[in-house]
């Protein structure tokens, strides 16, 4: 490739770090930008109180396959960084009590989900029958020519019953596409529940991280790129033109032009960084409808360090807190991470009520355990785009009608919510799009 001929990713995510990667592995070195002082975007670690937590408690799971692939990649250990458990489900109720139990024997898919459902604790013979006919419901959805209903409505179509959609499906929904299942897209969650349960049996097993993640792709990516000549400038890209045949990037005190630029930002900055090109007005007018976002809340709660769980994650049936994690695993023993997906009740009390009120949750599920030594709240207010009915049909692809501008991020066409696996496939997609564009290959 000539050496003028340069690329910008503007945006140090995991889908700006994907991209970044696959095209310095091909030879391209590129210039990555970031605005804020940690690499990671909306998956990042921050430093608080001698702890080094994540601004949203993440879970990964088997089926994330590109997402496994990039770390080892870039040399990262899955077998060390991750603890594998096999597909396992426990959910306690208000008064700590087990209301569900479901855990998968080591059988070929999909015998491991049918094996799991039958002998789930919680759910009467009947709930059970109905939830494994609702999961041969999952091959049919996404080829069906209807139309795209919300999850809860979808529930009841398929007759599952309030109780098993409270116990199961509706936890399911909010951790997977962080949107209620009154508004979340059922075709989505279809899609999700398919490739996690019925393909490969350890597409299910769960990957509790051991480091946080920052450790796990940010920090030794960009050690990666850096061993390749791609340098992450830290400064904030305010604007991008279209200037004579190249794209102008400028933030304050920087000017510069580059032939390739991938916007790798979030779906609510996006649409305010295109250039004000009329090609782009149709797109423009579809990324403005996927700006509604929704929160993730994470609550850190120190407690003595003898203080643990029987299973490193735990589902809570009433709120405010949804799911509770061991950080034992990742080296901080007596850590809680109570996290709270999507909208609700919660995002209207401040910060130190969020706090007690999740405090006084944990004192009546686990009465033996003592006070919280200290605690913190963090809210991640657009975590992620709101996965509503329909919005398959807005999400954009990669190539923008603009030559040279691309786009790259877990709002694009993956078919997947708002996920880490979603994001880095993204990035990549949207790398070799770039490589197999004529563009490059002229210049090559």
Same mark, same amino acid.
């Given at each position: 490739?000539?050496?003028?001929?340069?690329?910008?990713? @503007?945006?140090?995510?995991?889908?700006?770090?994907?991209?970044?990667?696959?095209?310095?592995?091909?030879?391209?070195? @590129?210039?990555?930008?970031?605005?804020?002082?940690?690499?990671?975007?909306?998956?990042?670690?921050?430093?608080?109180?001698?702890?080094?937590?994540?601004?949203?408690?993440?879970?990964?799971?088997?089926?994330?396959?590109?997402?496994?692939?990039?770390?080892?990649?870039? &040399?990262?250990?899955?077998?060390?960084?991750?603890?594998?458990?096999?597909?396992?489900?426990?959910?306690?109720?208000?008064?700590?009590?087990?209301?569900?139990?479901?855990?998968?024997?080591?059988?070929?898919?999909?015998?491991?989900?049918?094996?799991?459902?039958?002998?789930?604790?919680?759910?009467?013979?009947?709930?059970?029958?109905?939830?494994?006919?609702?999961?041969?419901?999952?091959?049919?959805?996404?080829?069906?020519?209807?139309?795209?209903?919300?999850?809860?409505?979808?529930?009841?179509?398929?007759?599952?019953?309030?109780?098993?959609?409270?116990?199961?499906?509706?936890?399911?929904?909010?951790?997977?596409?962080?949107?209620?299942?009154?508004?979340?897209?059922?075709?989505?969650?279809?899609?999700?529940?398919?490739?996690?349960?019925?393909?490969?049996?350890?597409?299910?097993?769960?990957?509790?991280?051991?480091?946080?993640?920052?450790?796990?792709?940010?920090?030794?990516?960009?050690?990666?790129?850096?061993?390749?000549?791609?340098?992450?400038?830290?400064?904030?890209?305010?604007?991008?033109?279209?200037?004579? &045949?190249?794209?102008?990037?400028?933030?304050?005190?920087?000017?510069?032009?580059?032939?390739?630029?991938?916007?790798?930002?979030?779906?609510?900055?996006?649409?305010?960084?295109?250039?004000?090109?009329?090609?782009?007005?149709?797109?423009?007018?579809?990324?403005?409808?996927?700006?509604?976002?929704?929160?993730?809340?994470?609550?850190?709660?120190?407690?003595?360090?003898?203080?643990?769980?029987?299973?490193?994650?735990?589902?809570?049936?009433?709120?405010?807190?949804?799911?509770?994690?061991?950080?034992?695993?990742?080296?901080?023993?007596?850590?809680?991470?109570?996290?709270?997906?999507?909208?609700?009740?919660?995002?209207?009390?401040?910060?130190?009520?969020?706090?007690?009120?999740?405090?006084?949750?944990?004192?009546?599920?686990?009465?033996?355990?003592?006070?919280?030594?200290? &605690?913190? @709240?963090?809210?991640?207010?657009?975590?992620?785009?709101?996965?509503?009915?329909?919005?398959?049909?807005?999400?954009?692809?990669?190539?923008?009608?603009?030559?040279?501008?691309?786009?790259?991020?877990?709002?694009?066409?993956?078919?997947?919510?708002?996920?880490?696996?979603?994001?880095?496939?993204?990035?990549?997609?949207?790398?070799?799009?770039?490589?197999?564009?004529?563009?490059?290959?002229?210049?090559?």
């Amino acid at each position: 490739m000539k050496p003028d001929h340069r690329i910008a990713i @503007v945006g140090a995510g995991w889908a700006g770090l994907a991209a970044a990667i696959t095209l310095a592995r091909h030879g391209r070195p @590129v210039t990555l930008f970031e605005a804020a002082p940690e690499a990671g975007g909306r998956a990042r670690s921050l430093e608080r109180k001698g702890m080094m937590l994540d601004n949203g408690q993440h879970l990964f799971i088997g089926a994330y396959r590109e997402t496994l692939a990039l770390m080892q990649l870039i &040399g990262i250990d899955i077998e060390t960084a991750f603890r594998r458990l096999p597909l396992s489900l426990e959910m306690l109720d208000e008064h700590g009590q087990q209301a569900l139990r479901l855990r998968a024997p080591a059988l070929p898919a999909p015998l491991h989900l049918l094996a799991a459902l039958l002998g789930a604790r919680g759910l009467s013979a009947v709930e059970r029958l109905r939830a494994l006919r609702f999961g041969a419901s999952w091959l049919r959805f996404d080829r069906s020519t209807e139309a795209d209903v919300d999850v809860a409505s979808w529930l009841r179509e398929q007759g599952q019953t309030p109780r098993l959609c409270q116990r199961l499906w509706h936890p399911l929904c909010l951790a997977v596409m962080n949107t209620p299942p009154a508004e979340a897209s059922a075709r989505i969650f279809a899609r999700v529940l398919r490739d996690a349960f019925l393909h490969r049996r350890q597409n299910a097993d769960l990957l509790i991280p051991r480091r946080s993640l920052g450790e796990l792709l940010p920090r030794p990516a960009l050690a990666w790129l850096e061993d390749r000549q791609t340098a992450l400038v830290h400064r904030r890209i305010t604007a991008i033109t279209c200037d004579d &045949g190249k794209l102008r990037l400028q933030g304050r005190g920087f000017d510069a032009r580059f032939d390739q630029v991938i916007l790798a930002t979030g779906h609510h900055v996006t649409p305010g960084l295109l250039p004000q090109d009329p090609r782009l007005d149709q797109l423009r007018r579809r990324l403005s409808a996927l700006v509604h976002s929704e929160p993730v809340c994470t609550v850190y709660l120190r407690y003595p360090e003898p203080v643990r769980l029987d299973h490193p994650m735990l589902g809570l049936l009433d709120g405010p807190g949804q799911w509770i994690f061991d950080r034992r695993v990742d080296g901080h023993p007596g850590v809680m991470a109570v996290v709270i997906s999507a909208n609700g009740p919660h995002m209207h009390l401040s910060r130190e009520a969020l706090f007690r009120s999740v405090i006084r949750q944990l004192a009546a599920l686990f009465p033996h355990w003592p006070a919280p030594d200290d &605690g913190l @709240v963090v809210r991640e207010k657009r975590a992620t785009f709101r996965a509503g009915v329909g919005i398959d049909a807005l999400r954009p692809g990669n190539a923008t009608p603009v030559p040279g501008l691309w786009l790259a991020g877990d709002f694009t066409g993956t078919g997947y919510p708002a996920t880490l696996e979603g994001a880095v496939r993204s990035g990549l997609q949207c790398a070799l799009s770039i490589l197999d564009s004529p563009t490059a290959q002229a210049v090559a």
